[in-house]
């Protein structure tokens, strides 16, 4: 492991209990309802590369410059990102609905996901898409115990835009991509 990382304790509040109302199902229709962005998770292991797309992201802290995303644990992304220590975060514009469903696994991905994009490394190494919207490149610096998901924390070492800087983003809503017609 690369990086210096901490696993949290459980809070103390959770003793406290409250009348459940809500089964798994009906969260996740609820949560439709939130607008996301869209991004593609990519790290770098040695000579490996992985992708996966992901929502679950989210700005924390400015000084220092913090991010989280949430991965579900026992995937391969998560085994990735924990023993790498590294991910970028790749906002996608509208024209890259392709690769988010490729990195989701909703359509076939070329034995090489990476083959026919175009990319560069910035700090970390993991791969930087040029057209996306913007990037954050990463190193974990922490990852909490959430349920199903680890929350990874990631200190941004490189941010910035991509070509398509200036295009609508890709956006998820209702379980379905969407985009502002009008930008
Ligand atoms: C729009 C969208 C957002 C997603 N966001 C996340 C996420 O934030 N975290 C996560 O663990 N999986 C997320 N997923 C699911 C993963 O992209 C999907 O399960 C992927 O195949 C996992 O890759 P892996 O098995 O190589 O780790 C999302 C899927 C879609 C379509």
């Known amino acids: 492991m690369g990086c210096a990382m901490q696993i949290d304790t459980p809070p ?4 406290q209990v409250f009348p459940v109302t809500i089964d798994a199902t009906s969260f996740r229709h609820v949560m439709r309802k939130f607008a996301t962005g869209v991004t593609v998770l990519t790290v770098r292991d040695g000579e490996r ?28 992304t998560h085994d990735f990102v924990s023993h790498a220590g590294n991910f970028a975060m790749n906002i996608l514009s509208a024209d890259q609905e392709h690769l988010a469903m490729r990195f989701a696994k909703q359509i076939a991905a070329p034995t090489d996901p990476f083959a026919d994009v175009a990319q560069h490394s910035v700090a970390t190494g993991a791969p930087i898409f040029d057209d996306c919207v ?6 974990v610096v922490a990852a909490h115990n959430a349920g199903d998901h680890t929350i990874f924390v990631g200190e941004v070492q490189a941010a910035d835009f991509g070509s398509a800087r200036d295009r609508p983003p890709l956006l998820w809503l209702d379980g379905k991509y969407e985009t502002f017609p009008n930008r």
């Open 12 to 15: 103390k509040f959770a003793s």
């Open 49 to 76: 590369l992985h992708g996966m797309t992901a929502n679950a992201f989210a700005s924390v802290s400015l000084s220092p410059t913090l991010v989280l995303v949430c991965i579900l644990k026992g995937s391969t």
């Open 134 to 139: 913007a990037y954050v490149d990463c190193r």
